[in-house]
């Protein structure tokens, strides 16, 4: 019974840690996707804005 429960403290401490090295891995994941998410926005400024310009020098062009 004792060893029983001895082996039931060690599988507990070990979901525990296992448990604790997920959610510092989430909040890494979160804090990444936070990240990129931010450089999707810029990205997505940058190629609007390049999209603006094309569109204004192609108005310029003479019509074919």
């Given amino acids: 019974m004792e ?4 082996q039931l403290e060690n ?5 525990a840690t296992l448990c604790e090295g ?3 891995e989430n909040r890494a994941l979160r804090s990444r996707l ?5 450089d999707n ?3 997505a400024d940058k190629l609007r804005l ?3 310009k094309l569109e204004a ?3 310029r062009l003479p019509q074919a």
Avoid: D, F, G, Y
């Fill in 57 to 59: 020098l192609l108005a």
């Fill in 34 to 38: 936070t990240q990129l998410e931010s």
């Fill in 41 to 43: 926005r810029a990205q």
């Fill in 3 to 6: 060893e029983e429960l001895t």
């Fill in 11 to 15: 599988r507990i401490e070990q979901i």
């Fill in 22 to 24: 997920l959610k510092a």
């Fill in 50 to 52: 390049a999209t603006e």
